[in-house]
């Protein structure tokens, strides 16, 4: 018999990263790119997480690279997704 899969069981991973430093005079500073991964348990904390993330590295040119749910029999990858949903909330309060 195969169990459904309860949200207890599920984790959600993102990947935030920023691509290195050029400055004015092209120069590209070293070891400046980099990222940061972190894990939720609810999908709507994982998209809140990489909203504030998004916005505290802005400066960064801070992306989502990755996003996806896990569980012990199961991944996906949710970066398309949440890419769409974090772009449909960002024309809505650009209107």
């Known amino acids: ?38 894990s939720r348990y609810k999908l709507s904390h994982l998209i809140e997480s990489i909203e504030d993330y998004l916005e505290k590295w802005a400066g960064r040119g801070a992306y989502l690279s990755l996003a996806s749910s ?6 996906e990858d949710l970066t398309d ?11 809505k309060e650009d209107k």
């Open 1 to 38: 018999m195969i169990s459904k899969t309860k949200d207890s069981d599920i984790q959600y991973w993102a990947t935030i990263a920023w691509d290195a430093y050029m400055d004015k005079d092209g120069k590209v500073w070293e070891h400046s790119e980099g990222e940061y991964i972190f």
């Open 81 to 91: 997704l949440i890419n769409s949903k974090l772009q449909k909330q960002k024309n």
């Open 70 to 75: 896990q569980s012990h029999n199961t991944q």
